[in-house]
């Protein structure tokens, strides 16, 4: 599923570059490409307010006017903070962590000064999920994304909601080379409801299983629900109550 919505957002990304160098009778430096990069995200960011720093106590402004805070001395990621989520609900390490995204082309912005339409799953769920496990590199389906869409649970609760540039090189894996900076919303839900179509495998009847734990004074089984079918036609792995 992750590997069905990377190859589809590669293509998109590919066909971007086409008509964008089509006309380019020889290639660009890589140098080339990395001064077009922060060009362009300067060319967001200017109409933007930009802190350097990040809060001493990592207390940040929230809101659609909050200003981008840069997270690292390079200036590979500016984080604006939409939504600081639950205080307390912080991330483990290794935690499976879902989220939602969409994304914006910021070469494309800087040539039209317009975001356009995104890309990503927060409206097409067709894409499928998206998921890492925090702060685990050496697992394929964490390292394909990137450090970028971590970092922000670095600072904030897992429920958080950011605005985050990414440039290439903390960006997804496969689009290193492209050196292309994205501008993502990203959304890290916890409500196994926000996520339960997700799992639905497309263009088929199949469902992913999953095992949860209910953990009430009278509800303790683990029960095997298959994502995606109304409650009363769950399946569980033995006779009981239904989950709530």
């Known amino acids: 599923?992750?590997?069905?919505?990377?190859?589809?957002?590669?293509?998109?990304?590919?066909?971007?570059?086409?008509?964008?160098?089509?006309?380019?009778?020889?290639?660009?430096?890589?140098?080339?490409?990395?001064?077009?990069?922060?060009?362009?995200?300067?060319?967001?960011l200017v109409n933007q307010n930009v802190y350097l720093d990040i809060p001493a106590d990592t207390v940040f402004q929230v809101g659609k006017d909050a200003p981008y805070y840069r997270l690292d001395e390079e200036g590979n990621l500016y984080m604006q903070v939409i939504n600081a989520g639950t205080?307390?609900?912080?991330?483990?390490?290794?935690?499976?962590?879902?989220?939602?995204?969409?994304?914006?082309?910021?070469?494309?912005?800087?040539?039209?000064?317009?975001l356009g339409d995104g890309e990503g799953n927060s409206s097409n769920?067709?894409?499928?999920?998206?998921?890492?496990?925090?702060?685990?590199?050496?697992?394929?389906?964490?390292?394909?994304?990137?450090?970028g869409l971590q970092t922000p649970l670095q600072y904030l609760p897992i429920d958080c909601e950011v605005n985050i540039i990414i440039k290439s090189q903390y960006g997804v894996s496969t689009e290193i080379a492209n050196v292309v900076p994205y501008l993502y919303n990203v959304r890290y839900p916890t409500d196994p409801g926000e996520?339960?179509?997700?799992?639905?495998?497309?263009?088929?009847?199949?469902?992913?299983?999953?095992?949860?734990?209910?953990?009430t004074e009278t509800e303790r089984?683990?029960?095997?629900?298959?994502?995606?079918?109304?409650?009363?036609?769950?399946?569980?792995s033995r006779r009981g109550p239904e989950p709530a």
């Open 221 to 236: 089984e683990s029960y095997k629900i298959h994502i995606g079918y109304p409650r009363h036609n769950r399946r569980t």
């Open 195 to 215: 996520r339960r179509h997700w799992h639905r495998w497309p263009h088929s009847g199949r469902h992913r299983i999953l095992n949860r734990t209910i953990k």
């Open 1 to 44: 599923m992750k590997r069905h919505l990377l190859h589809t957002l590669s293509l998109a990304l590919g066909t971007a570059a086409v008509v964008a160098l089509g006309s380019c009778s020889d290639k660009r430096s890589y140098a080339d490409l990395l001064s077009t990069e922060n060009q362009s995200v300067n060319a967001f």
């Open 125 to 147: 769920v067709n894409l499928g999920s998206a998921s890492f496990r925090y702060g685990n590199y050496t697992l394929t389906s964490s390292s394909q994304w990137g450090a």
């Open 87 to 114: 205080p307390r609900n912080r991330v483990e390490s290794d935690q499976l962590i879902y989220f939602r995204f969409t994304r914006w082309n910021l070469n494309k912005y800087a040539s039209t000064g317009e």
